[in-house]
């Protein structure tokens, strides 16, 4: 029995200096873990609501845009890009905002909401959509090296075709008609068979060629 206590009092002695030693360590990273735990519950409430409250702010765009409230969808636009700049509800906005200004003539606008998503949307997909809306804008302005800029940047391989086409536009516009069958002749090649749109676009490509030639 006494061999027994003294084993069990030797234990205890090296857990005290094992503790001496490490307790505030443990105790620091036990602190640490619980710390942890409540700030990734705390992140993932502050996202939930950060989203919930944008999207409430992209469907009052919506129906802004939907009732042809022009100052309300721009200035609910211009809200949430302040305060959710970096989510898809402000790209998806300044888009929808931009086609209710543009509709109804107010170009300045249009071309202030579409810069915005084509320079700083998170998805890039989106940001090409932007900069041929943009570019659209900037030839119905007469703006017209402004709109090739912004197509002569890449674009993702779906929307090619519709980049060459509109840049086919912007040169027929300037009067370079060599330069447009090209980019005309461009946009047939990468229309994609089967694609949404694709027999329409191709036949107004056509029209256009034929313009030119003819």
């Known amino acids: 029995m006494a061999v027994y206590d ?12 094992w503790w001496e030693q ?21 992140w993932k409430w502050h996202q939930g609501n950060q989203a919930a409250e944008a999207g409430a702010l992209y469907f009052a765009v919506q129906q802004a845009a939907e009732s042809g409230d ?9 809200q949430l890009i302040g305060s959710h700049g970096g989510s898809a ?24 909401h579409l810069e915005w998503a084509a320079a700083n949307g998170s998805d890039p997909a989106m940001r090409d959509i932007a ?12 703006k017209l090296d402004e709109a090739l800029a912004q197509l002569d940047k890449p674009a993702a391989a779906p929307l090619q075709a519709r980049f060459a086409d509109l840049r086919g536009d912007v040169l027929a516009a300037q009067g370079k008609a060599g330069e447009a069958r090209s980019a005309y002749q461009t946009a047939l090649e990468r229309i994609a068979a089967g694609s949404e749109g694709a027999n329409t676009l191709r036949e107004v490509v056509r029209i256009k060629l034929e313009a030119l030639e003819g």
């Open 131 to 142: 900069r041929l809306r943009l570019a659209t804008v900037l030839l119905q302005d007469g």
């Open 89 to 112: 509800y402000a790209q998806m906005a300044a888009l929808l905002s931009a086609g209710v200004q543009f509709d109804r003539g107010d170009l300045a606008n249009a071309r202030a």
């Open 70 to 78: 022009t100052q309300k969808a721009r200035e609910l636009t211009g």
């Open 22 to 42: 490490y307790g505030k360590l443990v105790t620091a990273l036990a602190v640490a873990a619980a710390v942890a735990a409540v700030g990734w519950q705390g």
């Open 6 to 17: 003294l084993e069990e009092q030797e234990q205890i002695s090296e857990l005290k200096a």
